[in-house]
């Protein structure tokens, strides 16, 4: 498989540590770099923004998926590749799949994590066979990554399904793992 557009799930806000942002601009770069696209939520803040900046600014190519309601309240960012707009939040996230080689998953909150935990059952179900990278910027999935292991442990989940994702702790991380699956 060719790795050639990559989703990436992160947060909205932007109250948040300098290294999140930092990290997220350099993905950008990586991702521009190596001719691919992203596929992201659209949004003007947070790093989303900083991460879709950072694309355009090296000349990458973005692709932003929002629903409508979110246009209408002008949280979108105004200078993407490619802006589809969908009716639900449901649709959005179904678009952003099929429209991904693989999923990256950075900092955020609830909604990146719940985007993160449906992408994951997805794979567990065979729906797809696609790459998720979790970002582990400055630790912050350590206790996420505790929580699914003892899932395991527990056989809430199957020890197989531990390789459903996998974990990176820097953008070269990031690059060996897509440069190993494509």
């Known amino acids: 498989m060719s790795i050639k557009n990559i989703c990436v799930y992160c947060a909205s806000s932007s109250d948040i540590d ?3 942002f930092d990290s997220a601009e350099k993905l950008g770069e990586l991702f521009s770099s190596n001719n691919i696209k992203c596929i ?3 949004g003007n803040s947070g790093l989303m923004g900083k991460l879709t900046d ?3 600014n090296n000349g990458g190519k973005v692709i932003g998926v929002i629903p409508k309601f979110m246009v209408d309240g002008a949280m ?3 200078k ?3 802006l589809i707009i969908t009716e639900t939040m449901h649709e959005r996230k179904a678009k952003m799949a099929e429209l991904a080689d693989a999923f990256i998953a950075l900092p955020g909150g609830c909604g990146t994590m719940e985007e993160l935990m449906e992408i994951i059952t997805w794979k567990q179900l065979n729906l797809f066979n ?5 970002y582990n910027i400055n630790n ?3 206790h996420l990554i505790k929580m699914l292991d003892h899932a395991i442990s527990q056989t809430f989940m199957s020890k197989e399904n531990a390789s459903l994702w996998e974990v990176a702790n820097s953008v070269e991380d990031i690059y060996n793992i897509i440069n190993k699956e494509s």
Do not use: E, Q, R, W
């Not at 696609?130 to 979790?134: A, Y």
């Open 18 to 20: 300098k290294i999140y």
């Open 40 to 42: 992201c939520g659209a």
């Open 54 to 56: 950072s694309m355009l």
């Open 76 to 78: 979108h960012h105004t």
């Open 80 to 82: 993407l590749n490619d």
């Open 130 to 134: 696609k790459p998720i990278i979790i």
């Open 140 to 142: 912050y999935y350590d």
